[in-house]
């Protein structure tokens, strides 16, 4: 799975993508990441890819063709290509969703906007899908990006070295516990539940089913 990020700030991403499990993904071949910042496809002297909306109102928007340069270095002559633009108007992100994009898609270009947001004509002159982490607004679509990126490789095979790994096959507990088996935190004594030390696991099972 190749994920190709068009973004400002392509340094938002490094601490995030270069730890755990991601880090591993990657070293490991199961994913490859890629950076394109649309100020390295304007002909502005400045670099500039912003200007003052149409109709008025506060902020910058983002220009369309800097970005659609961009996407089409991305493109290229690629085949599976999906272009998904950040937006808190897209459509709900979910599991399903990650599982669809993850069998469906070799490559993923994945859109973070910014500051007013994007110029409308990029989403129409991509058919590209808009998606949303959540009813909220960010300053950008780069932790989006970041979120996305992380639920679609956990789906790819071989990312987190077991399928059981992911809690959504098998039976999860919102509520998880380890050793010690008790301790003391301000006079008052906190316990293990007693089903989880029992051995049968039917009664665990259904204990979690609960949780």
Not at 43 to 68: F, S, T
Not at 113 to 124: F, L, P, Q, S, T
Not at 180 to 195: D, H, L, N, Q
Request: charged share 30%; with cysteine.
């Amino acid at each position: 799975m190749h994920f190709h990020i068009v973004t400002l700030f392509p340094e938002a991403f490094s601490s995030y993508l270069a730890t755990s499990i991601l880090k591993r993904a990657a070293a490991r071949g199961k994913i490859k990441i890629h950076f394109y910042n649309p100020r390295d496809f304007t002909g502005d002297l400045h670099k500039r890819v912003d200007r003052r909306p149409y109709g008025g109102g506060p902020g910058m928007v983002l220009q369309a063709e800097p970005i659609l340069r961009a996407v089409r270095r991305a493109v290229g002559k690629k085949r599976g290509v999906k272009i998904c633009i950040l937006s808190p108007r897209g459509g709900l992100f979910d599991n399903a969703r990650a599982r669809i994009l993850a069998r469906r898609y070799r490559h993923i270009i994945f859109i973070a906007g910014h500051y007013e947001g994007i110029d409308a004509r990029v989403k129409k002159a991509l058919h590209a899908e808009e998606l949303s982490i959540g009813p909220y607004v960010l300053t950008g679509g780069e932790l989006p990006a970041m979120a996305i990126i992380d639920a679609v490789a956990r789906q790819l095979p071989g990312v987190l070295g077991k399928d059981e790994s992911r809690e959504e096959l098998r039976i999860a507990s919102g509520e998880v516990y380890t050793r010690p088996e008790s301790f003391s935190w301000s006079g008052k004594t906190y316990r293990v539940p007693a089903v989880l030390r029992c051995g049968d696991h039917k009664k665990i099972e259904a204990w979690k089913r609960t949780r």
